[in-house]
């Protein structure tokens, strides 16, 4: 009978010792898909992460662009229908701003941009250029955006790092202020280049417009700050004198 027991306890000592070895390798075979998974999570977010960051640089981006084109205004059909058809708008833009491939073909000048005509002027130093004032306006809009793209040119560019972003403006460009890092902006002094740069962008869409002012004013300021580093005054007519 006592063999018997121990016999019985013997057996019983057994099958709990497997089950623990059962239950622990069990456990152990667990963990490492737990690691698995959270490692393969991981690595999904990050796989993630720059594709959001590209996503959210390029809604910034167009946002930007934009909030520049509304600026620039959006004429309704019924304002354009408003207009004469044979009423016809003139404006004198300097020679030296068209594109050389233009500064000796007027007639190809006119046939691309959609002018009435273009014609050089007594000195042969201005452009006088007739415009149907159908599409005067929205040749201006056009005119405007690509204002904005030449200016937006010089961001963070080579000749101009430290030049930051385009700050406010007017719509008819009579004043705009061009934001820059100041540390780097006082290091290399170069007002004369940007202000030469940023002027002739904003006189070629003022003389086009001729309910522009004749002064236009640009300011340069601290990103951060606002500050006025510099600032200058211009006059378009200057420019055509």
């Known amino acids: 009978m006592k063999k018997k027991v121990a016999i019985a306890l013997v057996v019983i000592i057994c099958l709990v010792a497997v089950i623990l070895v059962a239950g622990r390798n069990s456990d152990e075979d667990k963990e490492p898909q737990t690691t698995a998974s959270a ?8 796989k993630d992460k ?7 640089a390029t809604e910034k981006v167009t946002e930007k662009t934009t909030e520049a084109t509304t600026d620039i205004g959006v004429f309704t059909p019924d304002e354009i229908e408003k207009k004469d058809p044979d009423e016809i708008v003139e404006f004198e833009i300097p020679l030296v701003f068209l594109e050389s491939k233009y500064q000796k073909n007027l007639d190809k000048f006119v046939k691309d941009k959609g002018y ?6 007594w000195n042969k130093k ?8 159908l599409s005067y306006d929205i040749y201006l809009m056009k005119e405007g955006i690509s204002t904005i793209s030449a200016i937006c040119e010089i961001i963070e560019s080579k000749d101009y790092p ?12 009579s004043f705009v202020t061009i934001l820059v890092n100041k540390k780097k902006f006082k290091k290399v002094n170069n007002a004369d280049a940007l202000f030469t740069y940023v002027s002739n962008c904003c ?20 990103e951060k700050t606002g500050e006025v580093l510099d600032s200058r005054t211009f006059n378009k007519k200057a420019l055509v004198g």
């Open 39 to 46: 490692v393969e999570t991981t690595n999904k977010n990050d």
């Open 50 to 56: 720059p594709e959001k960051e590209t996503e959210k």
């Open 203 to 222: 006189a070629y869409y003022l003389l086009q417009d001729n309910d522009s002012p004749n002064e236009y004013k640009i300011e340069i300021c601290d």
């Open 162 to 173: 430290y030049v930051v972003n385009l700050g406010e403006y007017e719509d008819d460009f």
């Open 126 to 133: 201005n452009v006088k250029i007739r415009l149907r004032a």
């Open 116 to 121: 009435e005509s273009a014609e050089l002027s």
